[in-house]
């Protein structure tokens, strides 16, 4: 089992950057897909990156692609999330998971963080 703790989120202007940890423990850790997700009040929970277990393979939502970067350091047990050029509309509470494969889907991870706020101000 993988237990994951996010933070790092706050309030930040328009074009500005924030970076979020994910800390996670546990054995298989260093075997799983690590994704993050975010979701705005009133809204789903929408994809936001995935990366493999070792870091070979990343997917981003179309929204964030150029703008965020998803890596993760598995001597630390640390996953994180880069965003660059903050929009408003990237405003959600911002969710860290575990999972087996790194799938856009949320339906297939099986360990959630509790979730860090993200403000992006106009």
């Known amino acids: 089992q993988v237990h994951v703790v996010e933070s790092g989120g706050g309030s930040v202007q328009a074009g500005g950057s924030l970076s979020l940890s994910c800390a996670a423990s546990?054995?298989?850790?260093?075997?799983?897909?690590m994704g993050w997700f975010r979701q705005a009040p009133g809204k789903e929970r929408e994809f936001v990156a995935t990366?493999?277990?070792?870091?070979?393979?990343?997917y981003y939502a179309d929204s964030v692609k150029g703008r965020f970067t998803i890596s993760r350091n598995n001597a630390n047990n640390t996953v994180y999330l880069h965003m660059n050029s903050l929009k408003p509309e990237d405003t959600a509470v911002y969710y860290c998971?575990?999972?087996?494969?790194?799938?856009?889907?949320?339906?297939?991870?099986?360990?959630w963080g509790q979730g860090t706020p993200v403000t992006v101000s106009s």
């Open positions: 990366i493999s277990w070792n870091g070979g393979t990343t």
């Open positions: 998971a575990a999972g087996q494969f790194p799938k856009l889907d949320p339906q297939y991870y099986y360990s």
């Open positions: 546990g054995r298989s850790f260093s075997s799983s897909a």
